[in-house]
């Protein structure tokens, strides 16, 4: 696997364009890391319609630039590959997930991976939590995988998180006072919601139900 390159005119004009879209506060990748789903109603679609505007139009070479960068620019190019469901990604997300190198970044493969929602996702998640569920001191995306483990248990029909689940197994072992699979699960449920409903043009519906909530 490539280490980030250093960065050169593409890729700052890359991330001006797609990662640090916006001013001050709204500064695209910051919003993605925490607050977005939480913007009243109107900021909240227009940010959505944006998001999903460039996961459309943005060239896969472009992507592909985005992932050879430092964190910020694989966080967010991850968000776009998530919103359009580019699966043809799933090989390049892979080792960058498993080898964990960056910080935050691999919130957004996870989230790739729920939106791909297939079998080949499912082992993927699988196998980053078998190797990183065991490191409790080393406390990197273990929820974020398996919240998109077990969204994708739920669309297929399958259960290859509940081995990881069972009273004295690995999660039980890494997880603390303020983690539980259901919260993991309602947390990447939350954003994959966002991303389908950003693409499908649903946004004022999806904002009026998560009010009502």
Known sequence: ????????????????RY?????????RY????????YLPDRKVIRFGRALADDARQIL???LEVLLDSEWRARFTAAWLIALDRRVQFRERLTPMLLESELVHAGAGYCLALARFGEAEDAAILSAYLDR????????????DALGALMLVDAKLGTDHAGRFLTPGDLWET??????????CKRAMEERVSFAE?????TL??????????
Request: hydrophobic residues 35%; without cysteine.
């Open 1 to 16: 696997m490539r280490v980030p390159l250093s960065p050169d005119d593409e890729m700052i004009k890359l991330a001006q």
């Open 19 to 27: 990662v640090n879209a916006g001013r001050g506060g709204s500064i």
């Open 30 to 37: 910051l919003k993605l890391l925490g607050s977005a789903l």
């Open 60 to 62: 896969d070479e472009d």
């Open 132 to 143: 990183y569920l065991p490191q409790v001191e080393r406390r990197y995306d273990q929820e």
């Open 174 to 183: 890494f997880a603390t006072a303020n983690s539980d699979a259901s919260g």
């Open 197 to 201: 409903s950003a693409m499908d043009g």
């Open 204 to 213: 004022a519906q999806w904002a009026a139900q998560r009010d009502s909530t």
